[in-house]
Nanobody, 121 residues
Framework: QVQLVESGGGLVQAGGSLRLSCAVS????????MGWYRQAPGRQRELVAR???????NYADSVKGRFTISRDSAKNTVYLRMNSLKPEDTAVYYC???????????????WGQGTQVTVSS
């Protein structure tokens, strides 16, 4: 069974920085992509940043130039470095992994439990 464990959320003042980590464990054939999504109260979950196994990266426009996604494939871990944080970045951040459970299988999505990021003004 695949599990995603997130860490690194917390409370920070506007302009500050945080780094989120997400480690994937369990039995799987491959990880195709990993990403971070966030959901603020009363809003839909939205993509923040995503990185594929080929290191193709995309960011939400609202975080470009401030957030950096990276991965350590040897550790099945993805990171999100968040700089110049704004109050509007406040949300629960969820890690996502798109993976193939075995060779030839359709890919599936797995989610972490979420970690709260709160940015005070």
């Amino acid at each position: 069974q695949v599990q995603l464990v997130e860490s690194g959320g917390g409370l920070v003042q506007a302009g500050g920085s945080l780094r989120l980590s997400c480690a994937v464990s369990g039995t799987m054939f491959s990880i195709n992509a990993m990403g971070w999504y966030r959901q603020a109260p009363g809003r839909q979950r939205e993509l923040v940043a995503r990185i594929t196994s080929g290191d193709s990266i995309n960011y939400a426009d609202s975080v470009k130039g401030r957030f950096t996604i990276s991965r350590d494939s040897a550790k099945n871990t993805v990171y999100l470095r968040m700089n110049s944080l704004k109050p509007e970045d406040t949300a629960v951040y969820y890690c996502n992994a798109n993976l193939s459970p075995y060779m030839g299988a359709y890919s599936i999505d797995r989610w972490g439990q979420g970690t709260q990021v709160t940015v005070s003004s």
